[in-house]
């Protein structure tokens, strides 16, 4: 019977290790995340013969393509149903020795320039010695039709950048990387990849976007560091810190919490399975080994340690140093602002005069004409309403006066959607925040800040209940002496998806002016998403209407589904017909759901939606992702914040032109198209569905918001809330009537650690902004304030 090893380390210590020598003659199946692949291939003494048995080879291999021919180390073994097999535990990759193997190695679309055809002329003119041409003679490519000087250099190099990434990756599979991150590695790293892992695994989580704790602590301790080393509880510390910021919207961790959650998520659980209470005494004890530490970090500047009084103690805060300098830059500066002198404030009676001057002025209700007359007079305003309410009424009328003022005015959002429909409310243009700071590559930073302001007199911020610290601080800094910030948004809303609560703290501060509406206006008051909205946000189960009402001229109707596959099933015929037949395009209807997994969670979502949104087609080039596949006409969002290609987390747009040849992506967003090379297209999500979170700033005609039984811990007021004014047009929520009514009843909200009201009530008192007596007084601060680095990794 063959010799089956049950662990990796027992398999590379058998002797004597199989060699097989092959070539892939095709990929039945590879996982992108791990590597595992079942190949069928060709042993090479066979290769010539034209019927020859192909052998099944199961292992981890980075990125198998047809035609390339490998050198495998394994053993034999036999599965009862399947045959003889290969178990790979190693490889390297050969070069295809015959001209069948090599055009189809180089056809596989693995190396960038190289297409099928391509492929079959370069063979056609080079025969055995296409790879050699290829590596030191490219200039001979241009012999072939297709190809000229650039395109032969850009062969040569995905040729060499190959083989290098063949190399790198041997390495890093035997250490617990996934294939999906091998591109990024190199580019990254370049020839010293392997040299930079084995020194700092840990770094890895820091350079490249996607590579988490996780996956570099395994490839630590797999390289020998041992579970309690100082450099292990590092990383972890920071891990868990930078963490809870992304996922919990902090911007400090209480100490004993963070020590409490390092312990947890560095304990290594034992193979005999401890008993809870012997598990709670290691993790105590891992906990005792972090406190030094983190002590250290802080000595080192690492990390900042900042006394507070939270719940009525004494706490230490922990902060990394970047949102420790920018929780209390955004304070001076607000700060700065509203006590700054003001050039030509006007004087109340030119207020009401040019008020009252305003054509429509009449509409305007009490509240909101208060409004306008406080946006002219403050230099500082929030103002805040729910659905209905007429908030960009208000902001128009408060931009026709200030134009009345002679001032110059900019109108900016925090995402390309909600700046395209402020633009489409205001008939002004409005930017997005990121475009009007102007991120300048060379400086690694926005152009415009302290030492070159934004040349305007006011700055409106639309949906500000988005903005989180870092993006608050980049733009504040950016505003010159003298001028006027408007924030505008429903501060009931869910608060940003970054750290900080912005918009809450203005308010909460007490030291900031709040313009806040109140009144829901008859029109409003006639649409069912408005009345429900408001319904949902006092605490009170919204009048549900049977999806029959919709023909009556409903905007907001409920469908009970109790049973996950059928509510699955019930979502995808409301947006392959039921809409449709309201009128209703398929770009105009999103569904939103509170989580990423599960049956009804956005990720599966998507995959079924695309299947009647966007189904495959031979006309539609398709590109294989991580599980996904990206095709051809797929709506798309962006990621994560990317300033070399001006494009940013939340953005969305449709994938406009595959090209497998050139391995590139091309999406069209609103701004005009993007180009993404196969390696960074894990930057992309597909967007038929959201999470609600995702969603923010935003309006879509027509709305699928899920409420169920299986997203029990996501159900929050605030959240369906959010997710039902995202609704412009119409609104179907389906679900259970049990988890609305825990959504409704449910109003609270995890809080978030920050101290960005405080600091600005401490300034206000003449305490610094630290809160701690004998620090800098108010007003005395430099109006040159500290740069912060740039969003994305928050240490």
Not at 196 to 217: C, H, M
Not at 589 to 611: A, F, Y
Request: net charge neutral; aromatic share 6%; hydrophobic share 40%.
């Amino acid at each position: 019977m063959a010799f089956t090893p049950r662990t990796r380390e027992e398999a590379e210590s058998y002797h004597p290790t199989e060699v097989l020598e092959c070539t892939i003659e095709r990929v039945t199946f590879h996982n992108e995340e791990n590597g595992y692949a079942v190949l069928k291939v060709l042993p090479m003494d066979t290769r010539d013969k034209v019927k020859a048995d192909v052998i099944a080879v199961l292992g981890s291999f980075s990125n198998p393509v047809v035609g390339e021919s490998l050198r495998i180390f394994g053993w034999w073994d036999k599965h009862p149903q399947h045959g003889k097999q290969f178990k790979a535990v190693r490889y390297e990759v050969i070069r295809p020795a015959t001209a069948a193997a090599i055009e189809k190695y180089l056809g596989s679309g693995m190396i960038k320039g190289i297409g099928p055809k391509a492929a079959e002329w370069m063979v056609k003119k080079f025969g055995v010695k296409t790879l050699e041409v290829i590596e030191h003679h490219p200039d001979k490519l241009q012999e072939v039709k297709g190809i000229g000087e650039k395109k032969a250099l850009m062969i040569q190099a995905g040729f060499i950048a190959q083989k290098e990434i063949a190399a790198i990756m041997e390495f890093l599979i035997g250490h617990g990387i996934t294939p999906t991150y091998a591109v990024k590695i190199y580019k990254y790293y370049k020839e010293r990849a392997i040299e930079q892992v084995e020194k700092n695994p840990y770094q890895l989580a820091t350079d490249i976007w996607g590579i988490g704790f996780r996956s570099a602590d395994k490839i630590a301790l797999n390289l020998g560091v041992t579970y309690d080393a100082p450099q292990r509880l590092e990383a972890g510390l920071v891990y868990v810190l930078n963490s809870e910021m992304e996922s919990g919207g902090h911007c400090y961790l209480p100490q004993n919490e963070l020590v409490s959650k390092a312990a947890e998520n560095l304990y290594i659980k034992s193979a005999d399975d401890l008993p809870e209470h012997d598990q709670a005494h290691e993790k105590a004890q891992l906990g005792q080994k972090l406190e030094p530490v983190l002590a250290d970090l802080i000595a080192r500047g690492l990390l900042v340690a900042e006394t507070v009084e939270l719940m009525g103690h004494e706490e230490v805060a922990i902060y990394t140093p970047s949102f420790h300098t920018t929780e209390k830059a955004v304070a001076d500066r607000v700060h700065q602002l509203l006590n700054s002198p003001w050039r030509n404030r006007p004087k109340p009676a030119e207020i009401d005069k040019i008020v009252e001057s305003l054509p429509g002025h009449e509409t305007l209700s009490e509240e909101q004409d208060m409004a306008v007359r406080r946006a002219l007079s403050e230099s500082v305003l929030v103002l805040t309403g729910g659905p209905g309410t007429g908030k960009t009424h208000t902001t128009n009328f408060i931009v026709q006066a200030l134009d009345k003022l002679g001032r110059r005015i900019q109108i900016a959002a925090p995402t390309g959607r909600a700046a395209k429909r402020a633009a489409e409310v205001s008939g002004r243009e409005a930017k997005t925040i990121h475009r009007l700071l102007v991120f300048d590559p060379e400086k690694k930073g926005f152009k415009h800040g302290p030492g070159e302001p934004l040349e305007l007199d006011v700055l409106v911020i639309d949906e500000s209940s988005m903005l989180d610290l870092m993006l608050t601080h980049n733009t504040i800094r950016a505003i010159p002496d003298g001028a006027q910030i408007i924030f505008v948004g429903d501060v009931d809303q869910l608060p940003s998806v970054g750290p900080g609560n912005v918009l809450h703290d203005l308010i909460h501060s007490g030291r900031v002016p709040v313009a806040r509406l109140t009144q829901v206006f008859r029109q409003a008051a006639a649409s069912k998403i408005i009345t429900s909205a408001h319904a949902i946000n006092k605490g009170k189960v919204p009048e549900l209407l049977p999806p029959s009402e919709a023909k009556n001229g409903a905007d907001c109707v409920f469908i009970e589904v109790d049973e996950t596959e059928e509510l699955l099933q019930k979502i995808k015929g409301i947006v392959a017909k039921s809409l449709p037949n309201l009128g209703f395009k398929a770009e105009e209807i999103t569904v939103l759901s509170p989580m990423q997994r599960g049956m009804v969670g956005v990720r599966n979502l998507n995959e079924e939606l695309q299947k009647i949104v966007n189904p495959a087609h031979p006309s539609k080039s398709e590109h294989p992702r991580g599980g996904i596949i990206l095709r051809e006409g797929d709506r798309v969002m962006q990621r994560r914040n990317n300033y070399d290609k001006n494009i940013f987390n939340g953005d969305v747009g449709h994938i406009e032109i595959i090209n497998t040849e050139d391995q590139i992506l091309i999406v069209n967003y609103p701004e005009g198209p993007v180009e993404y090379e196969f390696a960074e297209t894990d930057e992309l999500n597909h967007a038929f569905s959201l999470t609600t979170h995702k969603a923010q700033g935003s309006e879509y005609p027509a709305c699928v918001i899920i409420v169920h039984n299986t997203h029990y811990m996501m159900l929050q007021r605030n959240l369906v809330y959010t997710a039902l004014t995202r609704a412009k047009k119409f609104a179907v929520i389906i679900g259970t009537k049990w988890a609305l009514k825990r959504s409704v009843s449910n109003k609270h909200v995890q809080p978030r650690y920050t101290r960005l009201a405080q600091r600005l009530q401490n300034l206000v008192e003449g305490l610094g902004t630290s809160g701690l007596p004998g620090t800098a007084k108010a007003g005395k601060e430099s109006r040159e304030l500290p740069t912060p680095p740039m969003p994305g990794r928050l240490f």
